[in-house]
């Protein structure tokens, strides 16, 4: 035992370095991947990663800074100088991170300030070291450390100007701007009827301060003119995944001709730092693993350095920038990169997540006598907590978006319209005096999954076959929005806490508790899953343009929701919190229900 943990007293330095280094390699190939649809297990290994990359550098520096005798000498073991106090500026360098992930989630940006209290500590104690340093090693050797330490503050400065970048308070800033005389100059003549690719580009990059603002909540203008209605969808998913690389990667800093520049400067500095490291004095005299530590520092150094570019080449904005400047064959080649399959944008590939979480409530409600689920509503006290975990699974969006379009032109076109099934269902459940959008979302899933089960022995045939499409999409947009109450009620504008909601009701629907409800005798067929279909996507376009553009920013992290693809069109359409028009619920009042008026002024008399 005594031995191991020499061993490990000696080599413990080297260790921390390499754990290090490994960190951020793991960080830099899977932080993009962030925007997809991620298992758990790898969300969760990415989360670790970057929680320790932080830990792991520190760490290391505070060791070196506490290193004296074992480094005034020889290594007595090795009979060689140790390498490590050179190694501080490398550990500057990764704690200021890769391009592809900066923060994990909204709060890492809206913590920069602490982050820049961070920076400071850390170069200061990286100066102590390097300090400690001068008398150690040779000029050449100091000369390399200091290159390399002005690349660590460079690096570490990039990370924390993208988190400032990314907060709350800096969106809050941009959007005060005046985006009215919005400069796309740079951008690629636009081809009017153009349905390709390019163009569809362009047209995601137009009007990016309006975006900016959207998100930070402030109203705006309609812009959606100069999108092009064809390629619309596509063009909100360009939007989305250019706001991800906006908030939680390095794209904003690099996009700026500050950001380029400190760039430039840190890699020619790496590179000086390399070359004098290479030609100078007599590197025998230092520990040979040392050495080697130290060139696979260099070079995964240099290597990140090259993956990163290629990864700015496949951006669309160096693409959009370099063709609107008439750079062709370097236009080219960045257009190669942004239509790869590998590290692009490629045309058929979703931009953002693409899932659909779905939750099943009717079963852990005990409402009906099939796929009951005690292991979750057993547990009184956090069976909410065990059903988010145990009942939510996820399915592909593919195609809910074009519904969620059609939809929103419907609802446009105003007037009021039948509804010869539902009819009743609504204005009963709207009239009520608990008029909570959770309510209404808890109700109408309830009753939607009893009414799905008829169709579960339906006859063959071409009818079948449309009915069985309209209940697959039924029940994806009912459990969805089911998710949507358990897993992020703070997306939703409810009144009452969702929490509240569920437990109130759950024995209130156990029992059936509200027959009136409940037990309305809908028809079988296509007539009846319309009206189910589209009374869904109202309550999406809903709860969408009345929800919170915050949480949108928050959720963005995790590749972002249907119901953000929604709340975007409808921005776009000046619809909504952000917009000139809003979308309430219904016209028909609450029974029972008592409204109360800070100002109520008594109604004009018109003399005749």
């Excluded at 290391?60 to 060689?80: I, K, V």
């Excluded at 959770?438 to 089960?453: A, F, K, P, S």
Aim: with cysteine; aromatic share 12%.
């Amino acid at each position: 035992m005594g031995s191991l943990t020499k061993l490990y007293h000696d080599w413990e330095i080297q260790l921390l370095v390499l754990l290090s280094f490994t960190i951020q390699i793991f960080l830099f190939f899977t932080g993009g991947l962030r925007r997809g649809r991620l298992n758990t297990f790898l969300r969760f290994a990415i989360w670790i990663a970057y929680l320790g990359s932080d830990m792991v550098a520190v760490c290391a520096l505070t060791y070196l800074s506490r290193l004296e005798d074992a480094t005034t000498g020889c290594d007595t073991s090795r009979r060689a100088v140790p390498l490590s106090l050179f190694w501080a500026p490398f550990l500057l360098i990764h704690l200021g991170g890769q391009d592809t992930i900066t923060a994990f989630a909204m709060e890492d940006n809206n913590l920069w300030l602490r982050h820049l209290l961070n920076l400071v500590i850390q170069v200061v104690l990286a100066l102590y070291v390097l300090w400690n340093s001068i008398g150690r090693y040779s000029v050449d050797l100091l000369v390399s450390g200091i290159f390399m330490f002005v690349a660590g503050i460079i690096k570490y400065g990039e990370r924390t100007w993208s988190l400032k970048l990314g907060s709350f308070g800096s969106l809050d800033s941009h959007g005060n701007l005046d985006h009215s005389k919005n400069n796309d100059a740079w951008l690629p003549p636009l081809i009017d009827g153009d349905n390709g690719y390019p163009n569809t580009v362009c047209r995601g990059l137009e009007w990016i301060g309006e975006l900016i603002s959207i998100f930070a909540a402030h109203r705006v203008g309609s812009p959606s003119g100069t999108m092009g209605n064809d390629r619309v969808l596509k063009v909100l998913e360009i939007k989305i995944a250019l706001m991800y690389n906006y908030l939680y990667t390095k794209a904003p800093v690099l996009r700026r001709r500050g950001g380029i520049i400190l760039r430039f400067i840190s890699q020619i500095s790496m590179a000086v730092a390399f070359v004098v490291f290479l030609t100078g004095g007599d590197r025998r005299i230092y520990s040979r693993t040392d050495i080697v530590i130290t060139y696979s520092l260099f070079v995964g150094c240099f290597a990140l350095e090259v993956c990163a570019m290629i990864i700015l080449m496949a951006s669309p904005w160096t693409w959009a920038w370099l063709k609107g400047r008439k750079y062709d064959r370097l236009a080219r080649l960045s257009w190669f990169f942004f239509s790869s399959e590998v590290i692009g944008w490629p045309e058929k590939r979703p931009l953002w997540s693409n899932a659909l979480g779905q939750h099943n409530l009717s079963a852990w409600f005990g409402v009906g006598s099939e796929q009951r689920r005690p292991r979750s509503w057993s547990f009184s006290n956090n069976s909410t907590t065990l059903s988010r975990l145990l009942d939510t699974e996820y399915v592909k969006a593919d195609g809910m978006p074009d519904c969620l379009m059609e939809a929103a032109d419907l609802l446009q076109q105003q007037g009021p319209k039948e509804w010869p099934v539902l009819g009743a269902f609504l204005r009963s459940m709207l009239e009520s005096n608990e008029q909570d959008f959770g309510y209404t979302i808890v109700l109408t899933h309830v009753v939607t999954e009893l009414h799905l089960r008829k169709y579960q022995n339906a006859a063959s045939g071409m009818e079948a076959a449309e009915d069985n499409v309209l209940v697959v999409l039924c029940r994806k947009l009912s459990r969805y929005m089911m998710y949507l109450l358990v897993n992020y009620p703070s997306l939703l504008p409810l009144d009452v806490s969702a929490e509240d909601t569920l437990q109130r009701y759950k024995n209130i629907f156990r029992d059936y508790g509200s027959p009136g409800l409940l037990d309305e005798p809908w028809p079988v067929g296509k007539k009846t899953l319309e009206e189910i279909k589209e009374a869904w996507m109202r309550l999406i376009l809903y709860a969408a343009a009345n929800s919170r553009p915050e949480m949108h920013a928050v959720l963005l992290a995790r590749g972002g929701e249907l119901l953000t693809i929604a709340w975007l069109m409808l921005a776009y359409r000046s619809i909504g919190n952000v917009g000139f028009f809003r979308i309430s619920m219904t016209n028909i009042s609450s029974k029972g229900m008592r409204t109360l008026y800070a100002f109520y002024f008594p109604e004009e008399r018109t003399l005749h």
